[in-house]
């Protein structure tokens, strides 16, 4: 079990986009081990890696269908399906502008993945394009559950079974969204898909359902809404934001910045994450 806890981290730590395992903790006298025993936990919502922010400290938050609702029980690893998803250069000004303009409406915004006040980067161009659109999106395949460590091979191997070959296609955001997760905790100020790559990641959804339920793990949503998610605020503060977002998208369809697309990003493959390892699920496939 040591062996395997080195490999896969516990589901509690801090994840990292890399196969390589952590090296062992180093060994400590009686007296370090008391007074480390007096820390406390480290949050439970630890889903994702930080991503390189310099010297910037982070709390990382994960996306309304990512928020870990599940109590930490050693042995489990945190098991998350996803289509990886970058946001091209060309829209980050138009972006900017309207992050900006929401920001300074709801001040309570922050960063998703990281603990940084969003109307605090509106103040530098560089910053908010760098930390707030520059990252690693992820547009959910399935629930974040919890698996014991003999369930992992089995899940990987399904799923690269299953998804082996995936045709290349384009996924068009296209529509600004307010989500709440389910304890209604938090808000999240999304991006949704309901055009172009629908289908394909809703027949991808559908897949990854099939190898839940063959392990007894609980399926994605009954009706899903692919997005990703930019913003987060504590509680739930949907209808408001939901105003602002609608007054501020009809405000940019007038000036015609911003129309039917906000911008399309191309499928570039699937993830699993489990614990500190991220598994590539299949091959992408040219047309």
Same mark, same amino acid.
């Given at each position: 079990?040591?062996?395997?806890?080195?490999?896969?981290?516990?589901?509690?730590?801090?994840? *990292?986009?890399?196969?390589?395992?952590?090296?062992?903790?180093?060994?400590?006298?009686?007296?370090?081990? *008391?007074?480390?025993?007096?820390?406390?936990?480290? &949050?439970? +919502?630890?889903?994702?890696? &930080?991503?390189?922010?310099?010297?910037?400290?982070?709390?990382?938050?994960?996306?309304?269908?990512?928020? $870990?609702?599940?109590? =930490?029980? @050693?042995?489990?690893?945190?098991?998350?399906?996803?289509?990886? !998803?970058?946001?091209?250069?060309?829209?980050?000004?138009?972006?900017?502008?309207?992050?900006?303009?929401?920001?300074?409406?709801? &001040?309570?915004? =922050? !960063?998703?993945?990281?603990? /940084?006040?969003?109307?605090?980067? #509106?103040?530098?161009?560089?910053?908010?394009?760098?930390?707030?659109?520059? $990252?690693? +999106? =992820?547009?959910?395949?399935? $629930?974040?559950?919890?698996?014991? !460590? =003999?369930?992992?091979?089995?899940?990987?191997?399904?799923?690269?079974?299953?998804?082996? +070959?995936? $045709?290349?296609?384009?996924?068009?955001? *296209?529509?600004? @969204?307010? %989500?709440?997760?389910?304890?209604?905790?938090?808000?999240?100020?999304?991006?949704?898909?309901?055009?172009?790559?629908?289908?394909?990641?809703?027949?991808?959804?559908?897949?990854?359902?099939?190898?839940?339920?063959?392990?007894?793990?609980?399926?994605?949503?009954?009706?899903?809404? &692919?997005?990703? *998610?930019?913003?987060?605020?504590?509680?739930?503060?949907?209808?408001?934001?939901?105003?602002?977002?609608?007054?501020?998208?009809?405000?940019?369809? /007038?000036?015609?910045?911003?129309?039917? #697309?906000? %911008?399309?990003?191309? +499928?570039?493959?699937?993830? #699993?994450?489990?614990?500190?390892?991220?598994?590539?699920?299949?091959?992408?496939?040219?047309?």
């Amino acid at each position: 079990m040591d062996a395997l806890i080195a490999s896969y981290g516990d589901a509690s730590s801090d994840d *990292s986009d890399t196969d390589t395992p952590n090296p062992p903790p180093p060994q400590t006298s009686n007296s370090q081990a *008391s007074s480390t025993t007096l820390l406390p936990p480290p &949050p439970l +919502f630890l889903l994702e890696p &930080p991503n390189s922010l310099g010297n910037m400290e982070y709390l990382q938050i994960g996306q309304a269908a990512r928020v $870990r609702t599940f109590p =930490h029980v @050693e042995g489990n690893y945190a098991l998350h399906v996803y289509i990886p !998803v970058y946001i091209p250069s060309t829209p980050k000004k138009d972006l900017a502008l309207f992050l900006k303009k929401v920001a300074s409406l709801v &001040p309570s915004l =922050h !960063v998703v993945d990281v603990d /940084v006040p969003l109307n605090s980067l #509106c103040k530098d161009d560089q910053k908010l394009a760098q930390v707030a659109l520059g $990252r690693e +999106f =992820h547009i959910s395949l399935g $629930r974040t559950v919890p698996i014991r !460590v =003999h369930q992992i091979d089995s899940v990987v191997a399904m799923l690269r079974q299953k998804l082996q +070959f995936q $045709r290349q296609y384009l996924i068009d955001f *296209s529509k600004w @969204e307010v %989500f709440v997760n389910d304890d209604h905790t938090r808000t999240f100020l999304s991006m949704e898909v309901n055009t172009g790559g629908l289908a394909e990641i809703t027949n991808q959804i559908q897949v990854v359902n099939e190898v839940y339920r063959l392990h007894n793990l609980p399926e994605f949503y009954k009706d899903p809404r &692919p997005h990703i *998610s930019l913003a987060w605020a504590l509680g739930d503060i949907s209808d408001s934001l939901k105003r602002i977002v609608e007054e501020e998208m009809k405000r940019v369809n /007038v000036r015609g910045s911003l129309q039917k #697309c906000i %911008f399309t990003s191309k +499928f570039s493959g699937i993830e #699993c994450k489990i614990g500190q390892k991220t598994y590539k699920i299949g091959k992408v496939q040219d047309d």
